[in-house]
């Protein structure tokens, strides 16, 4: 059985977050793409900021790497992918994001993977902060996948990472424009100088009078505002700062040591939001501890966007464990 593109829902009920706010009921939506849970090897999708649980097909984010005869087979495997309550794309908005956190959302996951019965995971994988929950998930239930693909991310929003969502927050509140004008400030952050010279090469659009890099963010600041709610940006960017798997608990030696997982840690060389010196910080400090754990590089000059570009190279590397 195949249950593409549809989306199915769970409630959780009585939710505390770690802030200390009780949700009566939450919604968790989710879709399943491939064989039916529990009949196949799970691999577990999180999404990142604009993303949404629509990983395959019509629309599909994914496509290039999830679906028949791909790196993710869907012949072979069941891919689960939830809905970040309050993104917005199952109806239901959370007005007051910043009762949460990356860890609740990851309680709410690891709950939603209880309640379908799944005793454990394949593997977890996820870029920006849909691997920052992964992260968050894993060192929250060390027994819950076996193996746990971070893309693109890291355990903890660094100071620079911070710094770019509080700008993001400052557009969001103040800008007559806010998920234009707060996008066309991402994609600064998700490309690279060499990005926009490769493309864009100070081209000019004639007809608008504009150049031709500057027509581009309008467009995907316009694309972006027709498919996406405030608070759903707001949400899901309050999110991005807050990933910490140590915040309230011993080292990232101490928390990381208890993953069971076979940890595939995938960076990016030119990665402006997650840097690669990060990456290969928490590389180098895993494999003190831990054999089961390996770092690969996407290169190229996208920057943090190339997991969604640079298909080929992501197949390689995830090639040996699908």
Not at 133 to 147: G, V, Y
Not at 269 to 289: H, Q
Not at 303 to 322: M, R, V, W
Request: proline residues 2%.
């Amino acid at each position: 059985m195949t249950l593409e593109n549809k989306t199915n829902q769970i409630q959780i009920h009585n939710f505390t977050t770690e802030s200390g706010v009780l949700y009566p009921t939450l919604h968790l939506s989710y879709q399943v793409f491939g064989p039916s849970l529990n009949t196949a090897p799970i691999v577990l999708v999180n999404h990142a900021l604009t993303g949404n649980s629509n990983v395959i097909g019509a629309q599909g984010w994914w496509n290039d790497l999830i679906g028949e005869g791909k790196t993710i087979d869907t012949n072979k495997y069941s891919v689960l992918a939830f809905n970040v309550p309050g993104n917005g794309y199952d109806g239901f908005g959370i007005e007051n994001y910043q009762d949460f956190n990356a860890r609740d959302i990851a309680r709410i996951f690891n709950q939603g993977i209880e309640a379908l019965q799944i005793s454990q995971l394949f593997a977890i994988i996820g870029g920006s902060v849909g691997g920052g929950i992964a992260w968050e998930m894993a060192a929250l239930n060390p027994k819950i996948t076996q193996h746990l693909i971070p893309i693109a991310t890291d355990w903890k929003s660094t100071d620079w990472l911070i710094a770019n969502c509080f700008l993001q927050e400052q557009i969001l509140a103040n800008s007559s424009k806010p998920i234009e004008d707060a996008r066309i400030h991402a994609m600064l952050c998700y490309r690279t100088p060499e990005s926009f010279s490769s493309k864009f090469q100070r081209t000019t659009n004639e007809e608008l009078a504009v150049f031709n890099i500057e027509s581009w963010l309008a467009h995907h600041g316009n694309k972006l505002q027709k498919r996406f709610q405030l608070s759903a940006y707001k949400m899901m960017n309050h999110l991005l700062k807050t990933i910490d798997i140590t915040r309230g608990r011993d080292s990232f030696a101490t928390v990381a040591a208890t993953i069971e997982a076979t940890i595939h840690i995938i960076g990016i060389d030119s990665d402006l939001f997650f840097t690669a010196n990060e990456n290969r910080g928490t590389y180098e400090e895993l494999k003190k501890y831990k054999e089961n754990v390996s770092y690969q590089e996407i290169v190229s000059i996208h920057g943090h966007d190339a997991f969604l570009i640079e298909y080929q190279q992501l197949h390689n590397l995830l090639a040996t464990i699908f």
